[in-house]
């Protein structure tokens, strides 16, 4: 009887998941290993999904087009994500330019890190900073600069985060109701809605995402501890169905998206964030730098068109978008999560008089 050598490697069969084809996020074990998988990935790509564990940046092209690094320029990626803008901006800014990256995600951060140093981005050209974008100014004085010539922020939520079920971004699959972009800091989105009141989970509904239904789903989500991302679905349809009979499923649907962004938009404090970085744009670019902003919902986009407009009134920007940016029809229809999103920039004016720097813009919501 022929024995196996002692040093030969235990061969382990996958896990078996149920039906003919991986359904559940950890299962999708070709997905999750692209490099190994290249052929099964590009099958997942080509059917206009966003293969599991990975990101798709959002008109690239675009982006490039509204900043126009060049070489020798500084740059900041205030959402590096998966890198993938950085990635095409490094291109462009090398060589002699420099790119600093900053993501508050501490899962995400070093996968990215890893995958552009293996792409030959060392420290000189590639630098990633912890941190939400709201500290940009502290991030450049550590790094010895006053101003940069690029600022991109992307402030959509990464793949990555909302296909992972244990992030708890998303109802689509079973998970904890965290929603955090930092699972180290803060409280969890279960634990907002233990403390909030129903009049005040009203107003995040209202305001962080015009949903209609607001004082309904906010009674419904406050009488009881609520753990998992698939129950604050149950129950908003449940509570919806109950004061609508007739209402549609699609409208169904819609709300319990938008409840969902609302609850993650007051758990990271978003729109705070995002207000204090608009501030201090103007301030930390180079006369002449270009800023760029992909939104992904009203909310966001109404706050940058207002802050780049009074800018421009204030003389502070010398150009800024006229219309809003699309993704072309060719790109939506090859990933879908580029539906929403909505790009707008500004050019920092070469002379700004004293009394007109970016502290006079009146902030406008």
């Known amino acids: 009887?022929?024995?196996?050598?002692?040093?030969?490697a235990v061969h382990t069969r996958r896990p078996r998941y149920a039906g003919r084809n991986p359904r559940g996020f950890h299962e999708k074990y070709k997905e999750l290993n692209p490099e190994r998988y290249p052929e099964d990935v590009q099958k997942v790509l080509a059917s206009g999904k966003t293969p599991a564990g990975s990101h798709r940046s959002i008109m690239v092209a675009e982006v490039l087009d509204c900043l126009r690094p060049a070489a020798g320029d500084v740059a900041v990626d205030c959402t590096l994500g998966g890198g993938g803008h950085a990635r095409a901006i490094l291109?462009?800014?090398?060589?002699?330019?420099?790119?600093?990256?900053?993501?508050?995600?501490?899962?995400?951060?070093?996968?990215?890190?890893?995958?552009?140093?293996?792409?030959?981005?060392?420290?000189?050209?590639?630098?990633?900073?912890?941190?939400?974008?709201?500290?940009?100014?502290?991030?450049?004085?550590?790094?010895?600069?006053?101003t940069v010539d690029v600022i991109l922020a992307d402030l959509g939520v990464s793949s990555m985060q909302l296909d992972n079920p244990d992030r708890g971004f998303s109802h689509?699959?079973?998970?904890?109701?965290?929603?955090?972009?930092?699972?180290?800091?803060?409280?969890?989105?279960?634990?907002?809605?233990?403390?909030?009141?129903?009049?005040?989970?009203?107003?995040?509904?209202?305001?962080?995402?015009?949903?209609?239904?607001?004082?309904?789903?906010?009674?419904?989500?406050?009488?009881?501890?609520?753990?998992t991302t698939q129950a604050v679905d149950r129950l908003v349809r449940a509570c919806l169905t109950a004061a609508h009979p007739n209402i549609a499923k699609p409208d169904l649907k819609l709300?319990?998206?938008?409840?969902?962004?609302?609850?993650?938009?007051?758990?990271?404090?978003?729109?705070?964030?995002?207000?204090?970085?608009?501030?201090?744009?103007p301030a930390c670019l180079a006369p002449g730098g270009r800023v760029a902003v992909l939104t992904f919902h009203s909310g966001e986009d109404r706050r940058v068109k207002k802050a780049f407009q009074a800018g421009h009134r204030a003389g502070v920007y010398a150009d800024v978008a006229r219309t809003v940016i699309r993704p072309s029809k060719e790109e939506t229809r090859a990933n879908r999560r580029a539906s929403s999103a909505k790009l707008r920039w500004a050019v920092r004016a070469h002379d700004v008089s004293p009394g007109r720097d970016s502290r006079s813009i009146r902030h406008v919501r």
């Open 255 to 281: 709300s319990v998206r938008r409840t969902l962004q609302a609850i993650r938009i007051a758990v990271n404090d978003e729109f705070s964030a995002l207000d204090w970085l608009l501030r201090t744009v």
């Open 172 to 227: 689509r699959a079973h998970g904890p109701l965290d929603m955090r972009m930092n699972p180290t800091r803060g409280e969890s989105a279960s634990q907002l809605l233990m403390r909030v009141s129903a009049a005040g989970l009203e107003r995040f509904l209202t305001d962080h995402a015009d949903e209609p239904h607001a004082a309904i789903i906010a009674r419904a989500l406050t009488q009881q501890p609520i753990e």
């Open 1 to 8: 009887m022929l024995r196996r050598p002692s040093n030969d």
């Open 91 to 146: 291109d462009c800014v090398s060589p002699g330019g420099r790119l600093i990256g900053l993501d508050v995600d501490p899962i995400e951060l070093p996968r990215t890190e890893a995958r552009l140093r293996a792409a030959g981005f060392g420290p000189d050209m590639f630098v990633a900073r912890p941190g939400n974008f709201a500290g940009l100014p502290q991030v450049l004085a550590e790094e010895g600069l006053s």
